[in-house]
């Protein structure tokens, strides 16, 4: 690459490599050969600002940054090309299948082949061997734009329902279509240019379906190894039977309930399935009080924490009990004992933010029935105070704990692990969009936490956006590991939220600048919420109901 001034080169401003000159018309592809390499694979670019495919030509002097198969962008496109691969090879090798990709688990992404027998781990083998072959050969990832109508005739033929459904709510005439050999399908953003692209990954028997697993960032580059997650699985599936009670697979058909005007019946069907799951969890600690004393509740943000916890006191009060909540907050240490974060600032989501001593020793003797005064600590000095306040409890009195690290037996070190009582609890999306394209529940609580910092905080989404990789470091760090540690699990998503969420957040994310870091993802959330048909009347919600935590109105 040799710098020039000429008219017929352009100049290419590249992140983190510095200047280069091309000729007009070059591919970003041909620019990314440079730099591709085993551990870190270009599988898209930022341009101007502006994600690209590698297909695309430049013009005009630019800047661009590189995206990997690792980072967030790159993930998952990564991820939604593989799943383009994966459906081809089972619908070949099984003739007449019906191939659902389904949720989350162990770092991989979960999917169903259904076919007239139960497939086996052999048939897995021979998906991921044609898998195999097909990235061998190289095969183009060929995009092309259709009317919509052309598109619905494409998906009848391979009795893809929920797609033609989904295209009656498309406003735009048209619809980009991707092809791999034979197969044509539309996919919820961008792809790889071939399938050449895609040749780390592996596929898991996980009966009754596979995991495909790919590269992640936080493995440096690798394909992590899998781990079982029984408890978190079981939620999904009961989720799916929901789904079935609630008459609603995918969005289409949540959308054919909001124009016909027909939600209240359904909102308030999916309000009551929430207050059954959280009366059941009530009657089990009551089974088990006597035992286990201690009610622990942990989850990632925006999973609706708070609310739950009060529903949860409500419900034991109603089974006669008289349940009492300790705030963490009010045992911070002092802020100069605060720990940092690799950055240099106060990391108040470490667990050594908290005076773990002091807490153990106040909770040991509070559990034994002894009276102990309780801190409260100053947010505006930094400093723990004492101010009077006395708690103690009787026998057979829930104390609750709710808290990003309540999972954590360090936390509770002093407690033996068998009179803990743990609850995990989380927005798992059941809903997806179509048959191959996912709702990721890290997408939905974003959603929510857009909103909620908007309403209750004064953020802007520029501003939640940009902290929403930290927030999921700590997740991964803090909470994550210690989900399958929980006695019980509670679903806090709710089929309908989405359709509510979209007219809060829409107006926060076009106001995401073009010239701000985040604008890629604005747009891509942006784009998800078009699916969704707007639900106006939010008169049905009860004001107990978790996404009031969100978009106000709540009882608490």
């Known amino acids: 690459m040799t710098k020039s001034n000429n008219q017929s080169k352009i100049r290419v401003e590249i992140e983190n490599y510095g200047t280069f000159h091309y000729d007009k018309g070059v591919k970003i592809e041909e620019i990314c050969q440079g730099f591709q390499n085993e551990k870190n694979i270009v599988v898209a670019a930022l341009v101007d600002n502006e994600l690209k495919e590698l297909h695309n030509s430049l013009d005009d002097d630019t800047e661009m940054k590189l995206l990997t198969a690792t980072s967030p962008i790159g993930s998952r496109i990564y991820q939604r090309s593989l799943v383009f691969v994966f459906i081809r090879s089972c619908m070949e090798l099984f003739s007449g299948c019906h191939v659902s990709v389904e949720h989350s688990i162990s770092r991989g992404l979960y999917c169903e082949v259904h076919y007239k027998r139960d497939l086996e781990a052999k048939d897995v083998e021979r998906i991921e061997e044609r898998m195999r ?263 057979g009195q829930p104390v609750i704990l709710e808290g990003i690290h309540a999972l954590n037996d360090e936390l509770t070190k002093s407690i033996p692990k068998n009179q803990k009582f743990k609850i995990y609890i989380s927005a798992l999306t059941q809903l997806n969009i179509d048959e191959h394209n996912r709702i990721p529940t890290t997408d939905s609580r974003l959603i929510r936490r857009i909103v909620r910092d908007f309403k209750y905080r004064s953020n802007d989404a520029t501003r939640t956006l940009s902290l929403w990789q930290s927030v999921r470091r700590g997740e991964e760090k803090n909470i994550f590991p210690y989900q399958e540690d929980a006695d019980v699990m509670f679903n806090s998503a709710l089929f309908y939220e989405l359709s509510i969420l979209k007219k809060y957040a829409e107006p926060l994310l076009r106001q995401v600048d073009l010239t701000s870091s985040y604008y890629s993802e604005a747009k891509r959330l942006l784009k998800f919420l078009s699916y969704f048909v707007a639900l106006e009347n939010e008169i049905d919600i009860p004001r107990t109901s978790i996404i009031r935590e969100f978009i106000g109105g709540g009882a608490f």
């Open 133 to 395: 072959e097909i990235i061998e050969e190289d095969v183009p990832f060929i995009k092309s734009r259709l009317p919509v109508s052309e598109a619905k005739d494409i998906f009848r033929d391979y009795h893809q329902t929920s797609k033609v459904k989904l295209l009656k709510y498309r406003e735009k005439p048209y619809i980009n279509i991707y092809q791999c050999g034979w197969l044509k399908n539309y996919f919820y953003g961008y792809m790889v240019p071939s399938a050449g692209y895609l040749r780390k990954f592996k596929l898991k028997y996980y009966a009754p379906g596979i995991v495909i697993q790919y590269p992640r960032a936080h493995n440096g580059g690798e394909i992590p190894e899998f781990e079982e997650h029984p408890k978190l699985f079981k939620v999904f599936r009961e989720s799916e039977k929901w789904g079935e009670i609630l008459e609603i697979d995918y969005v289409a058909a949540l959308n054919d309930l909001i124009v016909a005007k027909r939600e209240g019946e359904f909102i308030r069907v999916q309000e009551a399935l929430h207050e059954k799951k959280i009366a059941e969890i009530a009657d089990l600690i009551q089974e088990h009080i006597n035992e286990k004393q201690l009610i622990l509740i942990a989850g990632p943000s925006s999973s609706g924490k708070t609310t739950f916890a009060q529903r949860l006191m409500i419900q034991l009060k109603v089974n006669g009990m008289k349940p009492i909540s300790i705030s963490l907050d009010d045992y911070f240490v002092n802020r100069e004992l605060t720990p940092l974060d690799e950055d240099g600032n106060f990391d108040f989501e470490s667990l050594y933010a908290i005076d773990i001593d002091l807490f153990n020793r106040d909770l040991e003797a509070l559990l034994k029935g002894e009276e102990i005064q309780v801190p409260t600590f100053n947010f505006h000095t930094g400093q723990r105070e004492y101010r009077g306040n006395k708690l103690k409890i009787n026998p």
